[in-house]
């Protein structure tokens, strides 16, 4: 009989990856993938640690299952990912019913992990509970001089595998693992460890594999993936830039390829002049600014100032005026004051983000942030501070959007848009609430689909579904709250594609 494995993911791009290099190892040993938890034999979390917020969700799924597990023993449950590696055994304490803890830099170890717990956990004849732990911990097994090509972890990567029906349009390819920046507030140098760079031929080989597959984007990871610098034995180096030209040669058949993210003191002119030459990179960077006052950067440990990151977004825009830029912004830290926060509305101003990525300082265990400073920035400051930069924020995506009206665009379609399809086909003035809600529900509904363009804009626009994985230009025709709608610009090529 084939063990069915549940697999739910939280938490970032490198996360979602990490998901699905796993499923293939554990399909390929014969568990069958389901999307109903209840069913399963297996169920899998894969968790983050950045915010307080992301690990809340993740306990409550464990309360959920602690019921069910009394009643069925034999089954599995696994926590993986960040919160494994930052809790560590301390889950078997507060959960006892958790079978299996998994790091993300021991992934590769997960099939094994599994496979014990399943069969002690399918032995009657003892009430042994299973505990199967892989764990970096402190003895941080790899440093960071080692070669990924020296890394079982790297083995992982180089296993994947694309099974027919899976949908590989988008797809992410890993290029660095782990963090060396150590910002104050921030867990991830310690779950996913110091940074380790893949060796450039198994990248190149990997993004031409997912093309060949069928992928029509390929998105590249690292948590700060400008540094990518690998050093080959004979002391040639590979550097980001050289990536961005060796990738765009060796697989000119993948209509587009971008990478996400970028730290700000590390980029190079080379690598923003990769992206000018290259036609098939997407001009899109996101690069997290974090703060715009140079105290609070400093307490940060970020490595550079506001002035120095409008710089860099002024260099980008030098080489590539139609560049878009998406950043991060932490409110509420620690001794945050509100001339300094409205620093950080200037900075937005100032950059005109594409959008920004918006958290509440939330302090982490076992970062250096949680023992120097006291969270003193009440709960009610920090939330007005979210809303107020959100509502600037979005004030600049409005006002950024509404320039591209009238404008003809490349965007790739991704599918099929659910919501804005419903109020296509029943203008939202009709829609109302309660039973009248089933009656819109069974609407028949006409197609919109959602596409984005290089530049990493949302489209909505009328079309078949059989589009989908399409690249091809829309004409930008109206803008409304944060989402642009368009018609396609040559309905017969679109057809045809
Ligand atoms: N509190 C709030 N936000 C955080 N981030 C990382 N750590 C924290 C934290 N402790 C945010 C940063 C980062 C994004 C992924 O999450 O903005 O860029
Ligand atoms: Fe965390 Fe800073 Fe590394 Fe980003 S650069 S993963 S915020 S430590």
């Known amino acids: 009989m084939r063990r069915k494995l549940f697999l739910e993911t939280f938490g970032c791009q490198m996360n979602v990856l990490d998901s699905e290099l796993v499923l293939g190892q554990l399909r390929a040993q014969g568990y069958e993938s389901v999307d109903d938890r209840d069913a399963a034999d297996v169920v899998i979390f894969n968790t983050c640690s950045v915010r307080e917020h992301a690990e809340q969700k993740v306990w409550s799924r464990l309360g959920e299952l602690r019921q069910r597990k009394a009643a069925e023993p034999g089954m599995v449950i696994g926590v993986i990912g960040c919160m494994a590696e930052r809790d560590g055994t301390n889950i078997f304490q507060r959960f006892p019913h958790v079978d299996v803890l998994c790091g993300p830099g021991e992934l590769d170890k997960l099939p094994t992990l599994v496979h014990n717990a399943v069969i002690t956990n399918a032995d009657r004849s003892t009430t042994k509970k299973s505990r199967e732990v892989a764990l970096m911990g402190a003895a941080v097994r790899r440093s960071s001089t080692l070669a990924a090509a020296e890394d079982t972890l790297e083995l992982l990567d180089l296993s994947r595998s694309v099974s027919p029906g899976d949908d590989v349009t988008q797809s992410y390819v890993r290029i660095t693992r782990g963090c060396n920046k150590f910002c104050t507030y921030c867990v991830v140098p310690y779950t996913r460890g110091p940074e380790v760079h893949r060796p450039p031929q198994n990248i190149i080989d990997e993004v031409r594999k997912m093309t060949e597959a069928g992928s029509k984007e390929v998105t590249l990871l690292g948590q700060t993936i400008n540094h990518y610098a690998y050093r080959h034995g004979d002391g040639r180096t590979t550097t980001f830039a050289d990536l961005l030209y060796q990738i765009h040669e060796a697989v000119p058949e993948l209509p587009r390829l971008r990478f996400v993210t970028s730290f700000p003191r590390d980029f190079t002119d080379a690598?923003?002049?990769?992206?000018?030459?290259?036609?098939?990179?997407?001009?899109?960077?996101?690069?997290?600014?974090?703060?715009?006052?140079?105290?609070?950067?400093?307490?940060?440990?970020?490595?550079?100032?506001?002035?120095?990151?409008?710089?860099?977004?002024?260099?980008?825009?030098?080489?590539?005026?139609?560049?878009?830029?998406?950043?991060?912004?932490?409110?509420?830290?620690?001794?945050?004051?509100?001339?300094?926060?409205?620093?950080?509305?200037?900075?937005?101003?100032?950059?005109?983000?594409?959008?920004?990525?918006?958290?509440?300082?939330?302090?982490?265990?076992?970062?250096?942030?949680?023992?120097?400073?006291?969270?003193?920035?009440?709960?009610?400051?920090?939330?007005?501070?979210?809303?107020?930069?959100?509502?600037?924020?979005?004030?600049?995506?409005?006002?950024?959007?509404?320039?591209?009206?009238?404008?003809?665009?490349?965007?790739?379609?991704?599918?099929e848009s659910k919501l804005v399809s419903r109020q296509a086909a029943y203008p939202a003035s009709k829609v109302e609430l309660g039973w009248e809600k089933r009656r819109v529900e069974s609407m028949p509904m006409k197609t919109q689909l959602v596409g984005r363009t290089r530049g990493d804009q949302v489209v909505c626009f009328d079309g078949d579904l059989s589009l989908k994985g399409a690249v091809l230009d829309v004409e930008i025709t109206d803008s409304r709250g944060m989402t642009l709608f368009a018609s396609l610009a040559d309905p017969v090529a679109a057809a045809t594609a």
């Open 271 to 415: 690598a923003l002049q990769a992206m000018r030459d290259c036609e098939r990179i997407c001009r899109f960077l996101h690069v997290p600014a974090q703060h715009g006052n140079d105290r609070v950067l400093k307490l940060m440990n970020r490595g550079y100032s506001a002035q120095q990151y409008i710089d860099f977004v002024g260099r980008a825009r030098d080489y590539m005026p139609d560049i878009s830029i998406a950043s991060d912004f932490i409110v509420g830290f620690p001794t945050e004051t509100d001339e300094e926060f409205q620093q950080t509305v200037d900075l937005v101003k100032l950059c005109r983000f594409k959008n920004s990525f918006i958290f509440k300082y939330s302090p982490r265990p076992g970062t250096v942030a949680i023992d120097r400073f006291a969270d003193d920035v009440p709960e009610d400051v920090k939330r007005r501070r979210n809303n107020e930069l959100l509502a600037v924020q979005q004030q600049v995506t409005l006002e950024e959007n509404r320039k591209l009206v009238g404008r003809t665009l490349e965007v790739m379609v991704e599918g």
